[in-house]
């Protein structure tokens, strides 16, 4: 890896801002991506003289942190601090893979509570000498357009979470900082959420920029839209995806290989190879679905599916050539959607679901299945926050970008888009058709 060797010799702060790194992105970017496949857990003294300390609030089971682990492997760069989640679970999977300390916290105590921020920074290393990246991807589930009851109470919750990791940026200054959502999270419903937070961030000096990207323009071998938000104290460029929709992975690209197993029944030498053991009646539903992307057929399995618009994708089945749709924490049930394996009687298994999230196999879940769904489901794929890592340290370590270079970038999202979830991924996708 000499080809990186310059960008090795400035990660100290002293050096950055001296040289245009910009160049790597690409390469970088794939040798990450290919170091990712083969991350198994790590102890802490694999990171522990990296120069840049990295903190992961609402850190689930470290999807995002799991790209800036894969960078390390080429560029040794970020002390992982810490992943902090509400969930214990979630904070032991993280704790687990990465050799840090458990910590199962509420971000909001660690924000307000007088001492407690104090505290949680001394008890995970924290150097305030040395650069730091704060993640706050905070939960997704209350912005999703899914979501249609008690509004105002879950309003006040998600506004909370917001604000408390805009108060914990304001507290720790970081060099940079990073933030996952869904797509709804930039439109007009909740653009007040977003513009609080930024007013905050901008107060305190960082250049806020924000897009949404589609993880399948990233490697992910499947359909996700995403908000991304990216604060610097500088100017910077935004991400930008590097594959087209002809070039996208696939889902026999992921899971094509896997040995074929029965509903219920675990492959013997993968425990996570296992899909739900479905009801009889359920898999007498599947068996009719033709293979390879079909849909239910009209009048097969429950009636009231049949009565009510918006069910098409329910007991479908995946296609093998294009990319899965949106992996959530309801994967493991096919009449959540279209969840049903491309020629096989069930529905997806836990490790199905963490390749079409691009996890590496090597990944360890801790907990019960429904858990591990959970935590598949819920987090940033490594293949997209791979590339966000790669564009993140060298935006960091670059000087300030040209104007050519900053209108080759994607451009930042300033007004709100449409509150529609179809309408915002209807013009996405239009958009990323017209480019050639």
Known sequence: MDKFNEVRLSLDKSSW???????????????????????????NNTYEKNPIQLIDFFSGAGGTSLGFAALNSIIPAFKMLGGCDINEISASTYSHNFGTPIIHEDITKLAYEDGRLDDFLSYVGYD???PIILIGCAPC????????????????????????FAEIVKRIKPDAILMENVPEFLSK????YFSAAKKCYEENGYIIK???????????????????????KKDFTLPKGYLLANEYKTVRDAIGSLPPVAAGVADPKDSMHKSAAHKQSTIDVMRQVPHNGGNRPVGVGPACLDKVNGFSDVYGRLFWDKPSITITHYARNPASGRYTHPDQDRGLTAREAALLQSFPNDFEFMGKPDDIFR???????????????????????SITPSEEQLSKSPSSIENPVSSSYSSVIAGIKTKGKAIK
Request: glycine letters at 4%; charged letters at 20%.
């Open 210 to 232: 924000s897009n949404i990207h589609n993880a399948a323009n990233f490697g992910v071998p499947q359909e996700r839209f995403r908000s991304i938000i990216v604060g610097i």
């Open 375 to 397: 935590q598949i489901g819920e987090a940033v794929p490594p293949m997209l926050s791979a590339a966000i890592a790669v564009h993140l340290l060298i935006e960091l370590l």
């Open 128 to 130: 305030k000498n040395k």
């Open 189 to 192: 419903r909740y653009w007040n």
């Open 141 to 164: 589930q209350g912005f999703s357009s899914h979501r249609k009851k008690r509004w105002n109470e879950e309003d006040d919750i998600r506004n909370s979470l917001i604000m408390a």
């Open 17 to 43: 801002g001296l040289h245009d790194y910009r160049n790597y992105n690409s390469e970088l970017t794939e040798a990450t991506q290919i170091a990712l496949e083969s991350f198994s857990p790590i102890s």
